[in-house]
């Protein structure tokens, strides 16, 4: 063996775990990356050799760092991981050992699964530095890269006597730790390329009676996360949320699946799927303000008494606002959560959180509702189109009376608009042609009775722009206390402010608002000052859903209905009572002696969630 090739490749390899190592520089396992990786700093390498040495020859480092490279892929090692991480799963090992040797540390950790835990739990059970630990820390210099050097396999080491030094500090490291001599062990080598720690770890093992021995590239994590990373999940995660039935009060304990059991993350990247889940704020009446978001492991059919949590996050969450989590799974079965508000961790027990929810809500605060309803529509039905929505109106409006219960609580104004005049200038005349209120329950439904449908004019929008700014209208009617709602129940959306794009008016004749208005900007000002909240049912034209037609006219109108339905939009013909759950339940309260509702609320699809088993 060349000594100065051993000097070589031991000064290449520590200058490269002071740049970072493998980690650093993304080299694959499989060694298949988009290119060689460059050699680390050669000025830091050729420091660590003596002065005594002679000058490596042309082409030396670069030779020495291949052989690093493919020595590197060549040692590395994980045979026997799958085998032993499934025997854990399974329940056939209570528990696993794992002892890690890197080129400046050491670490024992036990992997351990409990009954119904999506994956292995990890224990330190002890850490330590080379240079914590006799006799090692008596031969190895005192200075970082002479250390590493002599570690490396660069200089003498028989003579300054390495090798036993290891193998005896390993050995007490081990014993030091108490470690269970009845649990499998197994070695992981985070030094592949590193002779002296290779040869400490290989005798340890015969010593130890360890299961295998894994041999790894110089990294050192925060936590063999990258070991199980490959497992899978052994039970189903879920979201845990509140759900709020706005028509009777109760409140219930649901869950929504994030990731599957058998998902997994990928075992060289430690990263695996993302979820994204709609939640709300609990309404306004019933909270603190502070929102709980619980992430839990159960069965399908355990209850929630029964679900272990994996990770509790308090969000900085205004009452009643909406927002997407997104929770990613990592390696070790541990799941991240990526939320762009502030978060940090809640340290409650889920067993309280699930039986600190309160089940009924009472004593529902004013509701003002303002209905707008489409009352243009074609000639062809005679006027059936607008008498459905105005039944659908009528019947929101005697369902949300129902919810509150007292005659007082509920006051509902009514505003009735069609499409503008394709011959009228701006200002000429107003595509609101009703107003109305602010009537009780009965009243309004009497009103919207009397109303009577008028022609259609223009196939691809109607007059819902000038809506928000009616609102400003009414603000000497609100009630001080109330909880302000707008329903608008149409079909076509707002005119444009400014021309669509030619792409967006490919067949169709969209003309643009006359009076120029910014429907958006003044819909956010309402929502902002007068704290009102939006909820449509549409009953959507034919072009909406052809997809040959006009999609990107259809993609538009669908982000409009949004904004006018952002919290909550229905389709024409649902049931009167959920719609009603959407206007009413933001103005429940919590009983007199109740606790508030901590966790946050589930929104999206009422099937997406799952309600908690009984006890």
Known sequence: MNPQAVGLRAALRVADLLAGGPAARGTKEDGEGGGRPAPPDLRRAAGLLSRADT????????????????????????????????????????????????CERLRLSRLACAPGAAGPETVR??????????????????????????????????????????????????????????????????????????RAAEESRTDSGALLCLRLPAHWPMAPDDLVAGLPLRTTVWLAAAHVDGGSGTVDLVRRPLFPAGSRADDRTATGPVAHVPVTAPPPGATT????????AAGLDEPASRWRSL??????????????????????????????????????????????????????????????VEVAGPRADGGGVVEERLQEAAAVVAAVHDVVGDEDTLRVGLIGYRDHDPLHRSHDHGPVVRREGMYRAPDAARALGTWRPCPLRHDFATGLEHVPRELSGWRHLWRADSHRVLL????????????????????????????????QAELDAARHYEDIACVAVVDEPAWMDDPQGEPHLASWADRAWQAFGAEGRFGAGHDARQVASAVAAPALCLPQDGAPIRLVVADGTAGDWQHAVAD
Request: charged share 20%; net charge positive; glycine share 10%.
């Open 311 to 372: 990770r509790v996050d308090r969000l900085e969450l205004p009452p009643g606002s909406r927002t997407t989590l997104r929770y990613s799974l990592r390696g070790g079965n541990r799941v991240e959560l990526r939320y762009d508000g502030h978060h940090e961790p809640e340290f409650t027990p889920w067993t309280a959180l699930a039986s600190g929810t309160p089940r009924q809500l009472s004593r529902p605060c004013p509701v003002d509702l303002v209905i707008a």
């Open 488 to 519: 608008v129940v149409g079909s076509r959306p707002p005119y444009p402010r400014a021309r669509p794009p030619r792409v967006l008016r490919r067949g169709a004749p969209v003309r643009i608002c006359p009076d120029r208005l910014d429907w």
């Open 289 to 296: 303000g502070e929102s709980v978001a619980a992430v839990v």
């Open 55 to 102: 000058a490596p020859a042309h082409g030396a480092w670069h030779a020495a760092w291949q052989d690093v490279l493919a020595q590197e892929r060549a040692g590395r090692s994980r045979a026997g991981l799958g085998w032993v991480l499934t025997r854990l799963a399974s329940g056939a090992f209570p528990a696993l050992d794992v002892l890690e040797i890197g």
């Open 125 to 198: 059970l002890a850490e330590s530095s080379w240079t914590e630990l006799a006799p090692a820390s008596g031969v190895l210099p005192r200075e970082r890269p002479g250390r590493l050097f002599l570690l490396a396999g660069g200089g003498d080491e028989a003579a300054a006597g390495v090798g036993t030094a290891l193998r005896k500090s390993l050995g007490a490291f081990v014993r030091s730790a108490y470690r269970n001599g009845t649990e499998p062990l197994v070695l992981a080598v985070r030094a592949v390329g590193w002779q002296p720690l290779e």
